[in-house]
């Protein structure tokens, strides 16, 4: 199943998601397929739950768009452990298409997460993944990359994008 992916705009983006507490089921299973799904369809690289409309600490990340299965992570209650160095590069996210920008983040990152079962997981992150990853953790915490922007970009986006919903183009 595709779900629809939510927009900025959506209180649902800006919401703190809740952990997950029950692990193994087919309900988790199919909802982390789902997501795949639709991030496939979408061409994105990260999703996380409330971009679903589900107020939960998921995220599914895959930097080969699918051309990989090994590079398929699901992190559920991630925590990130230890970060290192700078990197800065173009950043986009599914919920504010249209819209790319240069954002800063640590060039590393170890997350700590649960699978589908409920097993501990740590993926190391470099470059492309470091970055999916801290995104992906922003979105759990209902946070935005355009908080990751400097006041001016930020406001002039966010104006953009109101203009087009008025324009019923959002
Ligand atoms: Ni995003």
Known sequence: MVYQIRKYGDPVLETPADAITEFGGEELQAMVDSMFETMYEARGVGLAAPQVGVSQRLTVI????????????????????????????????????????????????????????GETVEVTGEDLLARAIQHEVDHLNGVLFLSRLSPLKRDLIKRKIRKLAKAGEW
């Open 62 to 117: 895959d930097i080969t768009c699918g051309e990989d299965p090994a590079q398929k992570h699901v992190l559920i209650n991630p925590e990130i452990v230890r970060v290192e160095g700078l990197q800065t590069g173009e950043e986009g996210c599914l919920s504010i298409p249209g819209f790319r920008e240069q954002v800063t983040r640590a060039r590393l990152a170890v997350v700590r997460a649960r699978n589908v079962r």
